[in-house]
């Protein structure tokens, strides 16, 4: 076996094996974690790997239990144990890679006294660090073992090696193994890039022509650089062509996208990957009190424990009622049973074996849905955080395993790891804060998914300078800017390190490191033949971005030789001039020009009959259509709807949805109540109430907001049945349906959310409202628009009940708005209003408009009419909707001759 070996060829590498043939078996490229695998695999010595945040939890059991208030790492234990432990595990994995086998240090002080007592302490094994593999390779080697490799080429330079490493290839060579050093290419010719290249290996540039050999590409941000990338490769041939990507940018792959290029794609590690938010969203819904924006985010994922049918039902529930146990949460329950019983049955099953079946999902949708919850201040059990976390590993590596997909697996070795680290714990419950840190940890990698997936392309991507360790003709350094984030410090001591290198354990200098990652980024540039474009944007996301290290040393070549400008290239020019070269490519582009958008259209035709009349219509559907036939006719013709935004209501909603139910179930009691017993019950229901269908008002911070609601509603409710009572009414009914005959063949109903009646049984209609102002409604009354009132008022009639007037009650600012001056005092008549005249408006427009459509004649009110537009608005005194509807975007109103 012939192996090309290198401090960054872990991942992908050009060329991709060492004889830098398209394919080959035994001729591998590794980087150090690559070399280690195929060692580990001949001696015997692989084996699985322990999660990271099993291995903090076990070591904070050895912490925990070493200490006695006077170690070095007491006093951060007992504040912080989870992050003491994390940083004192990443001390002990650096004195292991440094050639420690925990022994204790003569001389070394209290502190790695301590380590060494860490080691020698009982407690679950910590699993094994890069150090300890590497050390149990050397003891392997030792022992004589045969290896399949025969030959390595190495394309770092060998003294920057960590010693450990260094020693590794010491008994390589000792076990008969070739080890040499991969000659570093020369630089050939007479080219600006073969002038840098010489300079970067020791000498000095003197001469630089600006012959486009080596490029900065000069950009305002990553956008602007991406066209120009986009446009260069585009503009000629790149079989020879490698780009370092970094971790990529959307900007460069909708640039390639743009021109017809492949996408070089771009991957991010992110614990936010919906398949990972299944776990801490599933322990987050264990608390009380509920938190309803948790258990719709949960039910909201693209794939979730629960079928689609469950979770789409319940998180609908949860939009309109957000709590547990309210109607529509029970509503959502009994379809989710019906709708899978009517299943099963279809199936051809028996009902002994559906009954058995319907049990056992709904103990599933039980377990997720309305689990045993803890209070914070208590924790969790940690039996119950490992049900849940079995239950996720099974059900995530079922997913993995059905659809082939990775991400799912590592969803299901981040609960597994969960499980094991709160058992390492020792502890029978585990508090908020404990959690989230333990989540935090088993997730910190995320999960490296592809945002944008590479396509196939004519050229090589690499990842980071360092992978590009063989020749190509062409470079293109991708985000040849940005923060480069420096070693950590060493937390030794100079007695400490000098006791260390006693014991012949040497801690690599962070010098060494820098030195070692320098020299990667000169590699990269050392193996271009023909040019490399270094892209250097000078705003990243927005932010201002630092030049890339390895320019500082170009730069200071070019300095002396007033040579910066001849290597800089602005990317702008290629978006303002028609031509333009970049690195011995012609660039060449054609404005066009905008294109015009179309003109707002003041009527739609369709075929006649193909709209008609609903057999149902309401006072909403009425009013969309006076509003706009276009917006009636795709909403309830063509049933063309904006897609739902899983979001809850907000505070304000909350309590006007609270609010109502406290009315309504108040006057399901009974009808007649004394004013301060209705409040004192209003109180009593909202507090009862709040939990199944507001519960988000409960949440922690929020009690005094929730105190002044319920207060406020008490004393509206007060207030209302004393304004009931001193005008000699009493309450007949609450949400009462009202359906009655519009025209032959259609009906007309409505919900009416109070009617009174009189001592002559003449009715009264009060629509509730809660709202931050009544201006609009009062308003609606003043100027004949309250269509609503007028629908009640007709409703009553129809239904063989003659109604006085109707009016808003005004629930947050405690006022009434009627339309006519009895039976209330005449302080809360609005005049402006004759309801039978407006619905008598109202239903004429309607039934003109819809004359209109069943003609096949849209029309757009939004839109301004023509001068030959004959048509008369038969309720000029209602605003087209334009404000708040869906189909804006679709109907020209906004455009310019719309109007708005």
């Not at 547990?324 to 002994?352: H, S, Y």
Request: some cysteine; overall charge negative; proline content about 7%.
């Amino acid at each position: 076996m012939q192996i090309i070996f290198g401090w960054k060829l872990d991942g992908p590498c050009h060329p991709l094996t060492a004889t830098a043939s398209a394919a080959a078996i035994g001729q591998p490229v590794v980087g150090p974690h690559g070399l280690l695998g195929l060692l580990e695999a001949p001696l015997g010595l692989a084996g699985p790997s322990t999660p990271a945040a099993v291995r903090i939890a076990r070591y904070q059991g050895r912490l925990r239990g070493l200490d006695d208030g006077a170690r070095f790492y007491s006093r951060s234990f007992a504040r912080d144990a989870w992050s003491t432990a994390k940083q004192l595990l990443i001390w002990r994995d650096e004195l292991y890679a440094a050639g420690w086998h925990g022994q204790p240090i003569d001389g070394g002080g209290a502190r790695l006294d301590t380590m060494a007592s860490l080691e020698a302490a009982n407690g679950l094994p910590l699993g094994t660090s890069l150090g300890e593999r590497l050390q149990a390779i050397l003891d392997g080697l030792r022992d004589g073992a045969d290896l399949p490799i025969k030959r390595i080429e190495v394309t770092s330079p060998e003294e920057r090696f960590p010693p450990l490493w260094r020693r590794l290839l010491t008994e390589l060579r000792a076990k008969g193994v070739d080890i040499q050093a991969l000659e570093a290419p020369k630089p050939m010719g007479d080219s600006d890039l073969a002038a840098i290249q010489r300079s970067l290996n020791g000498g000095k540039a003197s001469e630089f022509a600006g012959d486009g050999s080596l490029i900065v590409l000069d950009a305002d941000d990553e956008w602007q650089a991406a066209d120009a990338v986009a446009a260069w490769l585009a503009s000629g041939d790149n079989g020879e062509t490698v780009i370092i990507r970094g971790t990529g940018c959307p900007a460069l792959d909708a640039a390639c996208q743009r021109l017809g290029l492949p996408r070089p794609g771009w991957t991010e590690s992110s614990a936010q990957r919906s398949a990972l938010q299944v776990l801490p969203l599933a322990l987050e819904i264990l608390w009380d009190p509920i938190e309803p924006a948790r258990i719709l985010e949960f039910l909201s994922l693209p794939r979730c424990p629960l079928p689609r049918f469950v979770s789409r039902r319940f998180a609908q529930a949860l939009m309109n009622e957000p709590g547990i146990g309210g109607e529509l949460w029970t509503d959502a329950w009994q379809t989710c049973v019906n709708d899978l019983t009517g299943w099963k049955r279809d199936d051809g099953l028996d009902d002994p074996t559906v009954k058995k079946e319907i049990e056992k999902a709904q103990a599933e949708w039980r377990f997720w849905l309305e689990p045993q919850r803890f209070r914070r201040t208590d924790g969790i059990p940690v039996q119950v955080v490992q049900g849940v976390c079995r239950r996720i590993a099974q059900w995530s590596a079922g997913i993995a395993q059905s659809d082939d997909d990775p991400l799912f697996l590592t969803a299901a070795s981040h609960a597994v790891a969960l499980s094991e680290a709160i058992a390492a714990l020792g502890s029978p419950r585990v508090a908020p804060v404990q959690l989230g840190r333990l989540i935090d940890a088993v997730t910190a990698e995320g999960a490296a998914a592809p945002v944008a997936t590479e396509e196939a392309a004519p050229w090589s991507i690499v990842d980071q300078p360092g992978q590009l360790w063989g020749m190509t003709d062409s470079l293109v350094w991708w985000g040849f800017a940005g923060e480069i984030t420096p070693p950590p410090r060493l937390p030794w001591s100079d007695v400490e390190l000098a006791a260390l290198a006693t014991a012949d354990i040497r801690i690599e200098p962070a010098e060494d490191m820098i030195l070692r990652e320098a020299a990667s980024w000169r590699q990269a540039l050392f193996n271009v033949r023909s040019r490399a474009i270094l892209v250097m944007p000078r705003q990243l996301r927005g932010e201002a971005a630092e030049a890339h290290p390895l320019w500082h040393e170009i730069f200071a070549q070019l300095e002396p030789l007033r040579a910066v400008g001849k290597a800089r290239f602005p990317a702008r020019s290629i978006t303002v001039a028609g031509t333009a070269q970049l690195a011995d490519r012609v660039i060449k582009r054609q404005a066009v020009g905008p294109m015009p958008l179309p003109s707002p259209r003041r009527k739609w035709t369709l075929s006649a009959c193909a709209l008609s009349r609903r057999s149902m219509e309401s006072i909403t559907s009425i009013k969309t259509l006076i509003e706009c036939p276009l917006a009636w006719a795709l909403q309830y013709g063509a049933r063309i709807r904006p897609s739902v935004l899983n979001v809850l209501p907000d505070d304000e909603q909350l309590v006007g949805v609270l609010a109502h139910a406290v009315v309504e179930h108040l006057f399901a009691q009974r009808k007649n109540w004394l004013p301060d017993d209705a409040a004192n019950e209003a109180a009593r229901l909202f507090d009862s109430l709040a939990l199944t269908i507001a519960a988000p008002l409960l949440r922690p911070g929020y009690a005094v907001e929730y105190e002044r609601a319920k207060a406020r509603v008490s004393s509206s409710i007060r207030l209302l049945v004393q304004m009931i009572s001193d005008a000699g009414l009493t309450v007949r009914g609450c949400e009462e349906e009202v359906v009655v005959s519009l025209a032959p063949g259609q009906d007309f109903g409505g919900y009416l959310d109070l009617v009174l009646q009189d001592a002559n049984g003449r009715s009264v209609v009060l629509d509730l409202k809660w709202s931050r102002r009544d201006k609009y409604r009062r308003e609606e009354i003043q100027e004949g628009r309250a269509l609503q009132l007028a629908a009640y008022a007709w409703l009553e009639e129809q239904a063989g009940r003659r109604a006085i007037g109707a009016g808003y009650f005004m629930l947050r600012q405690q006022t009434l708005l009627f339309t006519s001056p009895h039976p209330f005092p005449a302080a809360h008549h609005v005049p402006g209003s004759d309801l039978k005249q407006t619905w008598y408006v109202l239903q004429h427009a309607y039934d003109h408009r819809m004359a209109q459509l069943e003609q096949g004649e849209i029309l757009v009110r939004g839109v301004e009419p023509g001068p030959d537009d004959a048509d008369v608005d038969p309720m000029p005194q209602v605003e087209p909707g334009c404000r708040f509807c869906d189909y804006r975007p679709l109907c020209g109103a906004s455009i310019k001759g719309g109007r708005s």
